[in-house]
């Protein structure tokens, strides 16, 4: 993997960009059994412990505690962003979609809306983190569009043909209470808090393809920067990797994040063509119903260039 962007190295707040601002978090207890979590039969995931005899977990379960109560996940305040979907098949042409993304924070936590144009419709998703996290979706032209919860296997599907997944976007993961700690590894020139979080039951139950997702959280600012969905027999099924950001005023945000498809090696870029901080938005704007409407964007004197 490449090293990070050398903007990447400064204080805290660069690492609210990653996940584009999804996640505002209260951490659960710890401790569901291999029972509980992954049902009496099925893979689970075997720790990596990286350095000699088994990381302290009672500091494991501080470092995500304080990771989830800062709240200093994503972009603070209401925020849009103008990006780009960048499809770079392992084999095959380029192509791209338009995308744009709403951006804000309700009782429950992280809320976020995302347009995407795939052709003479827009797909649209309302992706709501927290401890009870849920993802709308709809698909249609304004004013046509029926609205519907997603359940858990339809996180997984494919929008359009990216690699983008709403699964991608609420990363309930971060959620999940049965974990092992691993230790500290270098992830791209950094060190890392390495963490392997297993699906509960019920999740499992619906999608059992996934077994477990593991997590790396930068050691000093404890954020994330990277994280790897698990299959069955360890097989490593995905990896979403924060490459590059940009700084806006005093806030910095994603340039780049690259999804990679392990299995065909295919990879999706998410790249910020644009940006409004320290917006405004109704709270009408992430209601679900409000899917099936237009979503209004900020003016284009208020948007911040950022580019490729």
Avoid at 43 to 62: A, C, V
Avoid at 103 to 120: C, E, F, M, Y
Avoid at 239 to 250: N, P
């Amino acid at each position: 993997m490449t090293a990070l962007s050398t903007s990447c190295l400064t204080p805290a707040p660069i690492r609210r960009a990653f996940f584009f601002g999804l996640a505002g978090l209260a951490l659960a207890a710890t401790g569901l059994s291999s029972v509980q979590a992954q049902g009496q039969k099925g893979y689970r995931p075997p720790t990596s412990y990286l350095q000699l005899g088994k990381p302290d977990q009672e500091e494991g379960r501080r470092i995500l505690e304080s990771f989830r109560a800062t709240g200093s996940m994503g972009i603070a305040g209401d925020y849009y962003l103008a990006f780009e979907l960048r499809v770079m098949p392992r084999r095959g042409d380029e192509h791209s979609f338009a995308g744009q993304m709403w951006g804000s924070r309700n009782s429950n936590g992280a809320i976020s809306r995302v347009t995407l144009a795939t052709g003479a419709e827009e797909r649209r998703l309302l992706v709501q983190n927290g401890p009870q996290p849920a993802v709308w979706t709809s698909q249609g032209n304004a004013g046509g569009a029926e609205v519907a919860m997603l359940g858990v296997s339809a996180l997984f599907t494919p929008i359009a043909d990216t690699d983008l997944t709403a699964f991608d976007l609420q990363m309930p993961f971060l959620y999940w209470t049965d974990f092992s700690y691993e230790g500290i590894a270098r992830v791209r020139d950094r060190p890392a808090y390495q963490f392997l979080l297993y699906p509960p039951a019920d999740f499992l139950a619906k999608y059992p393809a996934l077994t477990g997702v593991r997590l790396y959280l930068d050691t000093q600012f404890r954020q994330p920067v990277q994280s790897e969905q698990i299959g069955e027999g360890g097989k490593l099924l995905k990896s979403m990797i924060v490459q590059e950001l940009k700084r806006i005023g005093e806030q910095w945000i994603p340039k780049t994040i690259d999804l990679r498809n392990e299995t065909t090696r295919n990879r999706t870029r998410f790249g910020v063509l644009g940006a409004a901080l320290n917006q405004n938005f109704s709270a009408g704007l992430f209601a679900p119903a409000a899917l099936a409407t237009e979503a209004p964007a900020p003016a284009a004197s208020l948007l911040v260039p950022v580019g490729q």
